[in-house]
T-cell receptor
Framework: NAGVTQTPKFQVLKTGQSMTLQCAQD?????MYWYRQDPGMGLRLIYY???????DKGEVPNGYNVSRLNKREFSLRLESAAPSQTSVYFC??????????????FGDGTRLSIL | AQSVTQPDIHITVSEGASLELRCNYS??????LFWYVQSPGQGLQLLLK??????LVQGIKGFEAEFKRSQSSFNLRKPSVHWSDAAEYFC???????????FGPGTSLSVIP
């Protein structure tokens, strides 16, 4: 029972490099999310996907793109990494659209440093 | 706009002592409320949730929370803290129109023997 799996767990990039963070869930959830966590700021929503084929911007989408590849997978891409994107990134998923009343299940995070 | 505040950035308690973590929210309608816990190096885990009904909700690991509409609060409590409870705790409010959740900034809990 894997739940939400994120890869990689750690990554160091140089400014301007690109990379894709992968996320997969095996709980048959429709909704998936990408957050970033920074000290003292809690979790801030980058993008979310209510269902396969749909994505919407969250609170801090600039500098990121996402792809909902299928129901299981939701990837986050940094096209040109900047030091301000150094953070811990979490992927989460939840049951079908329930108006915000469904708890979210989180992966263990990707710790990304940009030099 | 919805918002969540957790007034205490960091709390230290002795093992065996009682605990209360504060959470206040700003939301127009009846909110969906959650408490999550994050152990070092891990993702968030749901402790408990409130949707409607009884304002005192029980969660995992011996935690409980009380919803007080008049105070716009949803404080988390535990009668006797264990060393393994040391972690970061996040309060969150769910939006009724979307599948999105607003998280508070978190409270870091340290437990001393």
């Amino acid at each position: 029972n894997a739940g939400v799996t994120q890869t990689p767990k750690f990554q160091v990039l140089k400014t301007g490099q690109s990379m894709t963070l992968q996320c997969a869930q095996d709980m048959n959830h429709n909704s998936m999310y990408w957050y970033r966590q920074d000290p003292g700021m809690g979790l801030r929503l980058i993008y979310y996907s209510a269902s396969e084929g749909t994505t919407d911007k969250g609170e801090v989408p600039n500098g990121y793109n996402v792809s909902r590849l299928n129901k299981r997978e939701f990837s986050l891409r940094l096209e040109s990494a900047a030091p301000s994107q150094t953070s811990v990134y979490f992927c989460a998923s939840s049951l079908p659209r329930g108006g915000g009343n469904q708890p979210q299940h989180f992966g263990d995070g990707t710790r990304l440093s940009i030099l | 706009a919805q918002s969540v505040t957790q007034p205490d950035i960091h709390i230290t308690v002795s093992e065996g002592a009682s605990l209360e973590l504060r959470c206040n929210y700003s939301y127009g309608a009846t909110p969906y409320l959650f408490w999550y816990v994050q152990s070092p190096g891990q993702g968030l885990q749901l402790l408990l949730k409130y949707f409607s009904g009884d304002t005192l909700v029980q969660g995992i690991k011996g935690f409980e929370a009380e919803f007080k509409r008049s105070q716009s609060s949803f404080n988390l409590r535990k009668p006797s803290v264990h060393w393994s409870d040391a972690a970061e705790y996040f309060c969150a409010v769910g939006e009724t129109s979307y599948d999105k959740v607003i998280f508070g900034p978190g409270t870091s809990l340290s437990v001393i023997p």
